[in-house]
């Protein structure tokens, strides 16, 4: 059922052709261990799962997944029905659950996500799929930005709204809402 | 760049492509923000990059409620009645026990909402809500004014991301200011702004 990697670019393909970009994916991704046990996509595991060594879902788990100290990687076929705690979490696929990353979640372009997520950093790329919380804390204290254009409004001024306004019009971005992410509190 | 109508500006021929939009009065509810305690934030649509990173300054809980695409939308069409309207949309919410939300982002959501729809909708974040919640929303100043399919996130306090929305856009129910404050009873509207394209921006705080 599990699949063991010491070094996966020395090792036979064990997954479809389907699955090999996550699972390039997974090899590139820090790794605290060196290992990891991959759930192919005909595994359908119903229980929890715990360990020593990284994970790669590319099949369908429904219970709890807890890998304190390594990483998780749901591929684009895993569709996860758990909550899942592990140190690093890599979501391409589908997730309910509650998601508590110690260093860091990434949800990518592929992902699709409905929980709540606690981590102290997180990446969620442009068209992945979140529905839920997430808890940030930059771990400092706030700077809020003035405003470039401080024209402040009047309350009364602003109940009459019957004056148009001169300068909130649309402007070029200079993005092109591409294959753009962010990283959170600084990451 | 092409410039458009109203002052509209594109960067890209791509479907993706994205504008921004300066906003007066956001950073207004931004600097009320206390650096002490832990900010609850609702977004009513889907959680996009820009918005994330922003509120990743704050120390805060952010809620996606990605609401452009639920059911709602379309029960508010049929047979339903308000209160089942508004089980649903608690359903949807699906918010933790005791989420109280310092802010509210409605964005043109409330326009999509008919009159049952929006008294449900009001019904239903009334338990998520307190004295000093504030909310920023769209509403129009005349009901000829329409509304694109669109999506919106922030980019700076003062300049707001807009996206073209993937699928077909629901029918939209424009409220005025007027109407608006009627059937959403929990806030009272604060500040406005009417913009060039007929939209009026504008600031609320709860009414409790």
């Known amino acids: ?187 | 760049m092409v410039t458009g109508a109203a002052g509209v500006g594109y960067t890209s021929a791509a479907s993706t492509m994205s504008r921004t939009q300066q906003t007066l009065l956001f950073p207004n509810l931004i600097k009320q923000v206390k650096e002490d305690r832990r900010l609850s934030v609702l977004e009513i649509g889907p959680a996009l990059p820009e918005t994330i990173e922003f509120f990743s300054r704050f120390k805060c809980r952010l809620h996606f409620a990605a609401m452009y695409t639920d059911p709602v939308l379309q029960m508010q069409m049929g047979e339903y009645t308000e209160a089942e309207l508004a089980d649903h949309i608690t359903q949807s919410f699906d918010f933790p026990k005791n989420t109280l939300f310092d802010i509210c982002l409605f964005w043109d959501f409330l326009n999509y909402l008919d009159d049952k729809a929006l008294r449900a909708f009001n019904t239903a974040i009334r338990p998520y809500l307190h004295k000093s919640t504030r909310a920023h929303a769209f509403t129009v100043r005349t009901l000829n004014t329409t509304f694109s399919n669109q999506q919106y996130g922030i980019e700076q306090a003062h300049m707001f991301s807009i996206r073209p929305r993937q699928g077909k856009q629901a029918r939209t129910t424009p409220h005025t200011q007027a109407i608006l404050v009627n059937l959403l009873s929990n806030f009272d509207i604060d500040q406005g702004m009417l913009l060039p394209d007929g939209r009026l921006e504008v600031l609320m705080t709860a009414s409790l």
Do not use: C, W
């Open chain 1, 1 to 187: 059922m599990f699949e063991k990697h010491k070094n996966t670019k020395q090792q036979e393909p064990i997954a479809p052709s389907a699955q090999q970009d996550s699972f390039a994916a997974s090899a590139n991704a820090p790794s605290t261990s060196g290992r990891a046990a991959i759930i192919g996509p005909g595994i359908h595991i119903n229980g929890d799962i715990n360990g020593d060594e990284n994970l790669v879902v590319e099949g369908r788990v429904d219970g709890k997944i807890r890998l304190d100290a390594h990483q998780v990687d749901i591929g684009q076929s895993g569709r996860v029905n758990a909550n899942i705690t592990a140190k690093v979490i890599k979501i391409a696929g589908e997730v309910r659950g509650d998601i508590t990353g110690t260093e860091k979640v990434i949800i990518s372009r592929s992902g699709n996500v409905h929980g709540n997520i606690v981590a102290p950093r997180m990446t969620l790329e442009d068209g992945a799929i979140f529905k839920g919380s997430i808890d940030m804390d930059p771990g400092e204290p706030v700077v809020t930005k003035p405003a470039k254009p401080a024209s402040p409004v009047s309350k009364e001024a602003a109940k009459s709204v019957e004056k148009a306004s001169d300068n909130p019009k649309t402007v070029a971005s200079g993005k092109s809402g591409g294959n753009k992410s962010y990283s959170l509190n600084g990451g």
